[in-house]
């Protein structure tokens, strides 16, 4: 039997019981920004001090720490609790769809909308019901963590090195990391597990910038409005109808192209705002396209305000400097019996901004797909696979020859 298939029954139990627990985040400017992600983040404290792990703790923010103690470096393990805001996250009721054979599974998902689907015939697939996302995005990365640590608090026989676990909240709002204490945490290193499909190992991020624009109006009673009324709802729509639509867009761009994305609008007779998410994995050219919002906007209305916020920024440069971490992930993919690739996400995770923070955190693949939406999925098999490559990944760093290999920079190293 292959670690995976040990390890497969606990990680889609303990899935279950966690993607059944609403922890939606809000956009809020609390922290954590709903008390209802306190209610998995308490789960977890009360879980992980049932398996033996030390150290643990549960922060103001709904942080959850704790320490599986080994040899070799500390090994940071990361997930966030919270699920995207973006789709109906409550009431989510899981279905195991059983050797999958193909077809639809909820309205909409099929091998034809999800091409990677059509490769998991005979895989067990997990969906939610159709009405609310799965909450794969990023409970999977909880799950393999936590079946990880308890396979190897179970087995002491087995040479691991010291891991700190680290359960974040509001990751889906950019604010996962706003209260993360480097130092409070303690590790050399980490690893989000926060990725999608199997084998891909992600070294890569958008920059991000969220800009909003208010438009200023000035309203008086619409029967007597001639000459006098600025209506600034049809300033906001003037200046989104003047974005991009071939190009430049989320719908219209893949890889590495960057994008310009109005993500709401609000407001009513006095000023109307448009939020916009400004996205590449070039710095120079992210700061082209806010360039080109600002233009669009005081062309519409030379009165227009900006509010900017520098949400994180690309982990490649950082990541580059310490490519040890990086090939740690490969070879712990191809221990778990797969063939790794490093891959850029289109998106950003805590690892963006912790690793700009100074601790180095690549992105390791959980089996998810289509987050954010209710048409997400997640094959049993896939969180298996992931949650052994998580358990051959700290047995690496324990091992003195390997890790010694590496730090001298005679190892191999894979790049992009």
């Not at 691991?160 to 680290?166: D, I, L, S, W």
């Not at 000459?227 to 003037?238: R, S």
Request: glycine share 10%; net charge negative.
């Amino acid at each position: 039997m292959s670690l995976a298939d040990e390890l497969q029954a606990d990680t889609l139990e303990r899935f279950l019981r966690y993607v059944r627990v609403d922890t939606q985040s809000a956009y809020t400017d609390s922290r954590p920004s709903t008390e209802r992600q306190l209610d998995l983040s308490r789960l977890l404290r009360d879980e992980l001090d049932g398996l033996g792990l030390e150290e643990i703790e549960l922060t103001e923010q709904g942080y959850v720490f704790a320490t599986l103690p080994g040899s070799g470096p500390t090994v940071g393990l990361i997930a966030h609790v919270d699920v995207s805001p973006d789709a109906p996250g409550a009431g989510v009721q899981p279905q195991v769809h059983e050797g999958y054979q193909g077809g639809e599974l909820v309205a909409g998902l099929s091998p034809e909308t999800s091409p990677l689907l059509g490769q998991r015939l005979g895989h067990d697939i997990v969906t939610s019901d159709g009405t609310t996302l799965l909450g794969a995005d990023d409970k999977a990365g909880v799950a393999e963590i936590m079946s990880a640590v308890s396979y190897l608090g179970a087995h002491p026989e087995i040479e691991h090195a010291t891991v700190r676990v680290g359960f974040t909240t509001d990751e889906e709002i950019g604010h996962g990391t706003d209260h993360f204490d480097l130092g409070r945490f303690g590790a050399d290193f980490a690893y989000t597990a926060d990725g999608a499909e199997v084998g891909e190992v992600e070294n890569e991020t958008f920059s991000a910038i969220e800009l909003k624009i208010t438009f200023p109006g000035a309203f008086v009673h619409p029967g007597v409005a001639k000459g006098k009324l600025v209506n600034p709802i049809k300033l906001a729509a003037a200046f989104i109808e003047k974005l991009p639509k071939d190009t430049l867009s989320p719908e219209t761009t893949e890889g590495k192209e960057g994008f310009v994305h109005p993500l709401s609008i609000s407001g009513k007779a006095e000023s109307c705002t448009v939020t916009v998410f400004l996205r590449d994995h070039d710095d120079d050219e992210l700061a082209a396209h806010e360039a080109l919002v600002r233009r669009l906007a005081t062309e519409t209305d030379p009165d227009a305000s900006f509010e900017r916020w520098f949400q994180y920024r690309n982990m490649r440069a950082k990541l580059d400097e310490v490519p040890h971490v990086v090939e740690a992930a490969l070879e712990a993919t191809r221990r778990a019996g797969l063939e790794p690739r490093v891959a850029s996400i289109r998106g950003g995770t805590d690892g963006s901004r912790l690793t700009e923070k100074g601790l180095p955190t690549p992105n390791l693949y959980t089996g998810g797909n289509e987050y954010h939406s209710v048409r997400e999925w997640i094959s049993v098999q896939d969180m298996a696979v992931s949650a052994a490559t998580i358990v051959e990944l700290v047995k690496l760093w324990s091992e003195p020859e390997w890790r010694d290999r590496q730090l001298s920079g005679s190892g191999s190293t894979s790049s992009q």
